[in-house]
């Protein structure tokens, strides 16, 4: 954990010795009464935490001096057909520590239709993936996650319309550049893209791919379709893949 996050809830009380930053703290970085951790309020600002004192039942009793804002997060909203669900929880975790501002997860007409039963929504999974890549990235904001039966009613939604910002915040609605990936008679490769500062919209089909009604629907509603290049890629690298070359084109890394 490269910092230690406390739910607004959590607050004034002592973290118990199975939590997991706990065992973090003591076991993994051995510290004691009286050190310092990086902490931060989930949602909220970031800074130091101090152990007061470890109980003899394991208890761990705080104190948090939380000054700093978090690091900002970019206006890169990501759109998903299904994926196989053991690449969920990997990819959520992977674009939330890259700052993406949301992620939209929806069924598509070659994507399988029982990736969508996954319990990862209900059993608070997919919030635990998008707060460990907060973690991993010190930040203390996670992206918005929505879930859309299918493209229609995604496209019929237009959620980058609707001001929708991450964990804490919120976004003024915007004008992004909308983007399907697609190798399928692309106009154009992502890398060459110029949108310096722009926000954007990225949409990543499932393992097969879209369909030409979907491709139809997607340019009806303003999106143009780029390729990464000719190779097939897994999903999850394709994400990772699409959103740094977005985050370059937006100028977020330097």
């Known amino acids: 954990m490269n910092i230690i996050?406390?739910?607004?809830?959590?607050?004034?009380?002592?973290?118990?010795?199975?939590d997991d930053r706990t065992i973090h703290l003591i076991k993994v970085l051995h510290k004691k009464a009286g050190d310092t951790f990086e902490a931060g309020i989930l949602g909220g600002n970031r800074g130091q935490g101090r152990i007061d004192s470890l109980r003899l039942d394991g208890a761990?009793?705080?104190?948090?001096?939380?000054?700093d804002d978090p690091p900002p997060r970019y206006p890169i909203r990501l759109a998903l057909g299904f994926p196989r669900p053991i690449q969920i929880r990997r990819i959520l975790r992977d674009l939330s520590s890259l700052g993406l501002e949301a992620v939209d997860l929806m069924g598509t007409e070659l994507g399988e239709k029982s990736y969508r039963d996954t319990k990862l929504f209900q059993s608070g999974g997919a919030r635990t993936a998008l707060i460990e890549g907060a973690v991993q990235a010190r930040d203390t904001r996670i992206p918005a996650l929505s879930v859309y039966t299918d493209l229609d009613a995604y496209l019929a939604q237009r959620p980058w319309e609707q001001g929708t910002g991450s964990l804490g915040s919120?976004?003024?609605?915007?004008?992004?550049l909308l983007i399907a990936l697609d190798h399928v008679r692309p106009e154009g490769a992502l890398a060459l893209l110029s949108a310096l500062g722009q926000s954007m919209v990225l949409a990543v089909g499932p393992e097969r791919g879209w369909t030409d009604r979907e491709r139809d629907e997607m340019e009806r509603a303003?999106?143009?379709r780029l390729a990464m290049g000719d190779r097939?890629?897994?999903?999850?690298?394709a994400c990772v893949a699409a959103a740094i070359l977005a985050l370059e084109k937006i100028g977020a890394l330097g």
């Not at 761990?60 to 939380?66: G, I, T, V």
């Not at 097939?232 to 690298?237: D, K, N, S, V």
């Open 5 to 18: 996050l406390f739910d607004p809830a959590e607050i004034g009380k002592p973290l118990s010795r199975r």
């Open 60 to 67: 761990l009793h705080y104190s948090l001096d939380l000054r």
């Open 170 to 176: 919120s976004s003024a609605p915007r004008n992004p």
């Open 222 to 224: 303003g999106f143009i």
């Open 232 to 237: 097939a890629l897994r999903t999850e690298t």
